[in-house]
Protein backbone atom coordinates (compact mmCIF):
# COMPACT_ATOMS: atom_id res chain seq x y z
CA UNK A 1 0.00 0.00 0.00
CA UNK A 2 0.97 3.58 -0.98
CA UNK A 3 0.34 7.27 -0.18
CA UNK A 4 1.00 11.14 -1.78
CA UNK A 5 2.32 15.41 -0.67
CA UNK A 6 0.87 19.05 -1.01
CA UNK A 7 1.27 22.59 -0.53
CA UNK A 8 0.52 26.39 1.09
CA UNK A 9 0.49 30.96 0.84
CA UNK A 10 0.92 33.69 3.13
CA UNK A 11 -0.87 36.78 3.66
CA UNK A 12 0.24 40.82 3.60
CA UNK A 13 -1.03 43.46 6.24
CA UNK A 14 -3.60 46.49 4.58
CA UNK A 15 -3.80 49.51 6.58
CA UNK A 16 -6.71 52.11 5.45
CA UNK A 17 -6.81 55.52 7.09
CA UNK A 18 -9.07 57.70 6.50
CA UNK A 19 -8.56 61.31 5.33
CA UNK A 20 -9.99 64.49 6.60
CA UNK A 21 -10.16 63.54 10.48
CA UNK A 22 -12.41 60.28 9.46
CA UNK A 23 -11.20 56.85 11.10
CA UNK A 24 -11.00 53.88 9.18
CA UNK A 25 -10.46 50.23 10.33
CA UNK A 26 -7.69 48.61 9.20
CA UNK A 27 -7.47 45.15 7.85
CA UNK A 28 -4.92 43.01 9.44
CA UNK A 29 -3.33 39.49 8.17
CA UNK A 30 -0.28 37.92 8.88
CA UNK A 31 3.23 36.28 7.39
CA UNK A 32 3.87 33.12 7.18
CA UNK A 33 8.15 32.12 7.72
CA UNK A 34 7.22 29.46 4.70
CA UNK A 35 3.89 27.61 5.93
CA UNK A 36 0.67 27.88 4.19
CA UNK A 37 -2.62 27.93 5.06
CA UNK A 38 -5.55 26.92 3.67
CA UNK A 39 -8.96 29.03 3.27
CA UNK A 40 -12.30 27.55 5.44
CA UNK A 41 -13.15 24.38 4.36
CA UNK A 42 -17.53 22.72 4.86
CA UNK A 43 -17.36 19.16 5.79
CA UNK A 44 -19.67 16.70 3.87
CA UNK A 45 -19.81 13.63 5.39
CA UNK A 46 -19.03 12.32 8.43
CA UNK A 47 -18.35 8.57 8.67
CA UNK A 48 -17.86 6.12 11.13
CA UNK A 49 -17.44 2.44 10.99
CA UNK A 50 -20.88 1.91 9.23
CA UNK A 51 -21.88 2.32 5.09
CA UNK A 52 -23.89 5.53 6.46
CA UNK A 53 -23.03 9.14 4.57
CA UNK A 54 -24.38 12.53 7.18
CA UNK A 55 -24.20 15.54 6.31
CA UNK A 56 -22.14 17.74 9.31
CA UNK A 57 -21.35 21.29 8.38
CA UNK A 58 -17.72 22.70 9.78
CA UNK A 59 -16.37 26.10 9.01
CA UNK A 60 -13.30 24.90 10.24
CA UNK A 61 -9.70 25.10 8.73
CA UNK A 62 -7.35 22.95 7.20
CA UNK A 63 -4.20 23.39 7.01
CA UNK A 64 -0.50 21.58 5.96
CA UNK A 65 2.47 20.80 3.98
CA UNK A 66 4.41 18.46 2.57
CA UNK A 67 5.90 18.52 5.36
CA UNK A 68 5.39 19.37 9.34
CA UNK A 69 3.14 22.46 9.61
CA UNK A 70 1.75 24.29 12.88
CA UNK A 71 -2.16 24.28 13.50
CA UNK A 72 -4.17 27.35 13.83
CA UNK A 73 -5.29 28.11 17.05
CA UNK A 74 -8.93 26.37 17.54
CA UNK A 75 -8.86 23.85 15.24
CA UNK A 76 -10.97 21.01 15.86
CA UNK A 77 -10.86 17.07 14.72
CA UNK A 78 -13.87 16.29 12.15
CA UNK A 79 -15.83 13.60 12.90
CA UNK A 80 -15.95 10.79 15.59
CA UNK A 81 -12.75 8.73 15.98
CA UNK A 82 -12.05 5.50 17.54
CA UNK A 83 -9.87 3.00 16.47
CA UNK A 84 -12.14 0.44 14.40
CA UNK A 85 -12.19 -0.31 10.80
CA UNK A 86 -13.83 2.53 8.60
CA UNK A 87 -15.63 1.85 5.35
CA UNK A 88 -18.28 3.61 2.58
CA UNK A 89 -18.95 2.89 -0.45
CA UNK A 90 -17.73 5.56 -3.63
CA UNK A 91 -20.69 6.97 -5.27
CA UNK A 92 -21.70 4.77 -8.81
CA UNK A 93 -19.73 6.06 -11.57
CA UNK A 94 -16.89 8.32 -10.01
CA UNK A 95 -13.63 8.41 -11.67
CA UNK A 96 -11.08 10.36 -9.07
CA UNK A 97 -7.42 10.61 -8.89
CA UNK A 98 -5.44 11.43 -5.94
CA UNK A 99 -2.92 14.48 -6.54
CA UNK A 100 -1.66 15.29 -3.34
CA UNK A 101 -1.31 14.59 0.24
CA UNK A 102 -0.85 17.43 2.82
CA UNK A 103 0.05 16.65 6.60
CA UNK A 104 -0.68 19.37 9.62
CA UNK A 105 0.24 18.97 13.29
CA UNK A 106 -2.72 20.93 15.66
CA UNK A 107 -3.24 21.09 19.10
CA UNK A 108 -4.38 17.46 20.55
CA UNK A 109 -4.64 15.89 17.27
CA UNK A 110 -2.59 15.26 13.52
CA UNK A 111 -4.10 15.86 10.36
CA UNK A 112 -3.92 13.77 7.10
CA UNK A 113 -5.45 15.51 4.11
CA UNK A 114 -5.47 13.55 0.08
CA UNK A 115 -6.73 16.26 -2.35
CA UNK A 116 -8.71 14.66 -5.48
CA UNK A 117 -9.88 15.35 -8.83
CA UNK A 118 -12.31 14.46 -11.26
CA UNK A 119 -16.02 13.04 -10.74
CA UNK A 120 -17.82 11.73 -8.18
CA UNK A 121 -17.38 11.23 -4.41
CA UNK A 122 -15.24 8.58 -3.12
CA UNK A 123 -15.28 5.22 -0.72
CA UNK A 124 -12.90 4.09 1.44
CA UNK A 125 -11.97 0.86 3.48
CA UNK A 126 -9.55 2.42 5.94
CA UNK A 127 -8.02 0.35 9.30
CA UNK A 128 -5.36 -0.30 11.40
CA UNK A 129 -2.99 -3.04 9.38
CA UNK A 130 1.07 -3.17 10.60
CA UNK A 131 1.31 -5.87 7.84
CA UNK A 132 0.30 -3.68 4.78
CA UNK A 133 0.95 -5.36 1.56
CA UNK A 134 0.85 -3.51 -2.13
CA UNK A 135 -2.33 -4.50 -4.02
CA UNK A 136 -2.28 -7.36 -6.78
CA UNK A 137 1.57 -8.13 -6.08
CA UNK A 138 1.30 -8.75 -2.29
CA UNK A 139 4.80 -6.85 -1.70
CA UNK A 140 5.47 -5.51 1.90
CA UNK A 141 5.08 -1.72 2.48
CA UNK A 142 7.22 -0.29 4.60
CA UNK A 143 6.46 2.36 6.52
CA UNK A 144 7.72 5.01 9.28
CA UNK A 145 6.33 4.57 13.12
CA UNK A 146 5.42 1.54 14.85
CA UNK A 147 2.14 1.44 13.59
CA UNK A 148 0.29 1.50 10.62
CA UNK A 149 -3.23 3.13 9.04
CA UNK A 150 -4.09 1.45 5.81
CA UNK A 151 -6.12 3.89 3.36
CA UNK A 152 -7.58 2.25 0.54
CA UNK A 153 -9.63 4.80 -1.16
CA UNK A 154 -12.44 3.64 -3.92
CA UNK A 155 -14.16 5.12 -6.37
CA UNK A 156 -10.45 6.28 -8.34
CA UNK A 157 -9.26 5.77 -11.84
CA UNK A 158 -5.85 6.53 -13.84
CA UNK A 159 -4.45 9.30 -14.50
CA UNK A 160 -4.83 9.42 -18.31
CA UNK A 161 -8.61 8.42 -17.86
CA UNK A 162 -8.95 12.14 -17.10
CA UNK A 163 -6.26 13.35 -19.81
CA UNK A 164 -3.55 14.01 -16.69
CA UNK A 165 -0.06 13.01 -15.79
CA UNK A 166 0.17 10.84 -13.24
CA UNK A 167 1.05 12.94 -9.43
CA UNK A 168 4.25 12.47 -8.03
CA UNK A 169 3.74 11.06 -4.52
CA UNK A 170 6.19 9.17 -2.89
CA UNK A 171 6.36 9.18 0.74
CA UNK A 172 5.57 12.44 3.03
CA UNK A 173 7.58 12.89 6.11
CA UNK A 174 4.91 13.53 9.16
CA UNK A 175 4.87 16.58 11.07
CA UNK A 176 4.87 14.57 14.34
CA UNK A 177 4.10 13.82 17.25
CA UNK A 178 1.71 10.83 15.91
CA UNK A 179 2.32 10.82 12.08
CA UNK A 180 5.43 9.59 10.93
CA UNK A 181 4.83 10.39 7.76
CA UNK A 182 2.39 8.37 4.77
CA UNK A 183 3.67 6.39 2.05
CA UNK A 184 1.99 6.04 -1.74
CA UNK A 185 1.28 2.54 -3.67
CA UNK A 186 -0.46 1.87 -6.34
CA UNK A 187 -3.64 1.63 -7.44
CA UNK A 188 -5.55 -1.31 -9.15
CA UNK A 189 -9.03 -2.00 -10.08
CA UNK A 190 -10.47 1.65 -8.62
CA UNK A 191 -8.54 1.84 -5.31
CA UNK A 192 -6.09 3.74 -4.91
CA UNK A 193 -3.59 2.46 -1.61
CA UNK A 194 -1.74 4.62 1.23
CA UNK A 195 -0.21 3.86 4.60
CA UNK A 196 -0.21 6.19 7.06
CA UNK A 197 2.73 5.38 9.65
CA UNK A 198 1.68 6.10 13.58
CA UNK A 199 4.14 6.34 16.47
CA UNK A 200 3.02 5.23 19.72
CA UNK A 201 0.84 2.39 19.05
CA UNK A 202 -3.13 2.69 17.99
CA UNK A 203 -4.63 6.17 17.85
CA UNK A 204 -8.15 7.23 17.38
CA UNK A 205 -8.80 8.58 14.08
CA UNK A 206 -11.90 9.60 12.39
CA UNK A 207 -12.42 10.13 8.32
CA UNK A 208 -14.06 12.66 6.27
CA UNK A 209 -14.93 13.99 2.85
CA UNK A 210 -14.89 17.86 2.32
CA UNK A 211 -15.49 19.86 -1.39
CA UNK A 212 -15.00 22.49 -3.25
CA UNK A 213 -11.99 21.11 -3.67
CA UNK A 214 -12.59 17.97 -3.07
CA UNK A 215 -10.07 15.53 -0.36
CA UNK A 216 -10.78 12.73 1.66
CA UNK A 217 -9.14 13.86 5.59
CA UNK A 218 -8.11 11.31 8.28
CA UNK A 219 -7.95 13.22 12.02
CA UNK A 220 -5.66 11.28 14.24
CA UNK A 221 -6.30 12.30 18.06
CA UNK A 222 -3.35 11.92 20.70
CA UNK A 223 -5.33 10.22 22.82
Not at 34 to 41: C, E, I, L, M, T
Not at 47 to 59: F, G
Amino acid sequence: MTLPPVNFSPRRTVGVIGVASALALSACGTTDGGDRSVDPVTAVGTVTSTMTRTSSPSSQEESGTTGATRADAGLTPLGDADTTMKTLRPEPGAQLVVTGVRLGTHEGFDRVVFDLTGDGSPGWFIDYNDRPAEQGSGFPIEFPGDSAIEVNIDGTTYPFNLGMEAPQIGTTTGPGPIVAGVTSGISFEGRTQFVIGVNGGRHPYSVQTLENPSRLVIDILRG
